[in-house]
């Protein structure tokens, strides 16, 4: 089966810093990669996907992911970060169970800013 | 293009007692989800619906929750009787394809559950 892991629960950043958020994930053929961020209060937003091709991925507000096979990670990286990025971030792979999308999430990252 | 609705955005109940949620996804979305997340945790898919048929409950407790999609549109979600486990935010998600088309899913706000 399928799984995500985001090893860091918890990050604090200094705003104008880099960032970058941990995924790794275990599947078995070829993965579908997303990135979402949550608000407080506010449903998932898609930051980003991967599906196939060019393994650096953009996505909305500055941020891109990279996948890499041989680590079997797509990790989320911003080159300076902003205080309205705090929010929780969430890594997760799609199967497709007789044809149908399937989406499995990880635990999530919660992003802290401070000025 | 009007967003994923969803109602009640808040709920306090008692437990043991019942309580239903709803959805309207995107309009001419197929696929209609509905996930659990608990504080700390990502979402959990509950059950997905492609128009009114069910494709997973897997993960459905069915003793106490039922869903439907009797139009193939808007859903409900309910739970009878709550349990203190089920305090969360139950998500509701639309997405356009089904079988084979890979297209992004669009989040409801969510309803928090507060099970007393």
């Known amino acids: 089966a399928q799984s995500v892991t985001q090893p860091d629960i918890h990050i604090t950043v200094s705003e104008g810093a880099s960032l970058e958020l941990r995924c790794n994930y275990s599947?078995?053929?070829?993965?579908?990669l997303f990135w979402y961020v949550q608000s407080p209060g506010q449903g998932l937003q898609l930051l980003l996907k991967?599906?196939?091709?060019?393994?650096l991925v953009q996505g909305i507000k500055g941020f891109e992911a990279e996948f890499k096979r041989s680590q079997s990670s797509f990790n989320l990286r911003k080159p300076s970060v902003h205080w309205s990025d705090a929010a929780e971030y969430f890594c997760a792979v799609v199967d497709r169970p007789g044809g149908y999308q399937k989406v499995t999430f990880g635990t999530g990252t919660k992003l802290q800013v401070i000025p | 293009e009007a967003g994923v609705a969803q109602s009640p955005r808040y709920k306090i109940i008692e437990k043991r007692q019942s309580v239903a949620f709803w959805c309207n996804p995107i309009?001419?979305?197929?696929?209609l989800y509905w996930y659990q997340q608990i504080l700390g945790q990502g979402p959990k898919l509950l059950i997905q619906f492609q128009n009114n048929g069910v494709v997973d409950d897997s993960q459905l407790p069915k003793d106490r929750f039922s869903a439907e999609r009797l139009k193939g549109v808007d859903s409900t979600l309910k739970i009878q009787p709550a349990k203190l486990e089920d305090s969360a935010v139950y998500l509701c998600?639309?997405?356009?394809?089904?079988?084979?088309?890979?297209?992004?899913?669009?989040f409801g706000p969510g309803t928090r559950l507060t099970v007393l």
């Open positions: 309009s001419g979305h197929a696929t």
């Open positions: 991967y599906f196939s091709g060019d393994t």
């Open positions: 998600a639309s997405r356009l394809g089904g079988q084979g088309a890979y297209n992004e899913q669009f």
């Open positions: 599947y078995g053929a070829t993965p579908y």
